[in-house]
């Protein structure tokens, strides 16, 4: 059996960003982190992000939701800022809430979430790019 071919970064990159709306885990109401930098990088590219986090009622004005499966509408894909073991419970989390595109930010990989995606079967960016400089961020 042959096996399928393997995308390059290059082509996740562009089927994550072929949606609209997107989730955020570890957006947060401090502008100068990195998830709330996320979020607001989706706004300013015009597309619908939904902010994750398990305390948080709103982040940037946005409703925040508490866990992957709250989210109120199917997301084209989720956006992770979070330590890494935090991370390896999200993979899970993602695959039972239907999410099949992850975008693991600098920071928030490990071998194990890695591991885990490929298992579930879920298309994975990481150890690359930050979303903010593809998307080219104006803080």
């Not at 979020?39 to 004005?61: I, M």
């Not at 979430?113 to 690359?128: F, Q, S, V």
């Amino acid at each position: 059996m042959k096996s399928p071919e393997r995308k390059s970064t290059e082509q996740r990159i562009a089927e994550f960003l072929d949606g609209t709306v997107y989730a955020v885990a570890g957006a947060s109401n401090d502008r100068g982190k990195y998830g709330n930098m996320v979020l607001r990088c989706y706004v300013q590219a015009g597309r619908r992000a939904h902010p994750v986090h398990p305390s948080l009622e709103e982040v940037e004005g946005i409703a925040a939701y508490r866990t992957l499966a709250d989210l109120p509408e199917p997301v084209h894909g989720l956006s992770i800022i979070t330590p890494p073991p935090v991370t390896e419970r999200l993979v899970e989390q993602a695959a039972a809430a239907g999410i099949r595109r992850l975008w693991m930010q600098p920071g928030a990989e490990s071998q194990a979430a890695l591991d885990r995606a490929a298992e579930l079967g879920l298309e994975t960016i990481a150890r690359g790019p930050c979303l903010l400089v593809v998307l080219g961020f104006r803080g």
